[in-house]
């Protein structure tokens, strides 16, 4: 009877293991996750006013990308390329600013032509799905 008390008490532990093993990493990979905003946020606290090592706030990000992209939307038929393409880079590196913040992947750097529209694109949907309004919302043609 000890006997086979122990052999199930084996086979329980056995079979257990690997959801254990799964439920430490995962422990390990979310406690890593939060030192590491621990990490920033104490930084952040640390520093003397006026010198922020982590970028402009999110909230001021968020203010530049969209005046960018109302003007990008509105004016961009009568520019010309030049003017069009740095207005466009600026928008790209708030983008890339704003994923940066908000611990989004993001390849916008890494692709050209209709890639890098459609990582655009991508990137604009992480950001609105973590809060962040990119593009207001218009009805009947007016800003909300």
Sequence with gaps: MLRALTVLVALVVLASLPCLIAWLIVGLDEMAYRAARLRRATRRRRTPKGEDP??????QIAADLRRLAGTLASSASSWSALRYEATQ??????LRAACRALVIEEHIDELSGVDREIERVRVEGELQAAGLVVRPSTRH????
């Design 54 to 59: 982590l970028g402009p706030p999110i909230e």
């Design 89 to 94: 880079h600026a928008y790209d590196q708030l």
């Design 141 to 144: 043609g007016r800003e909300r």
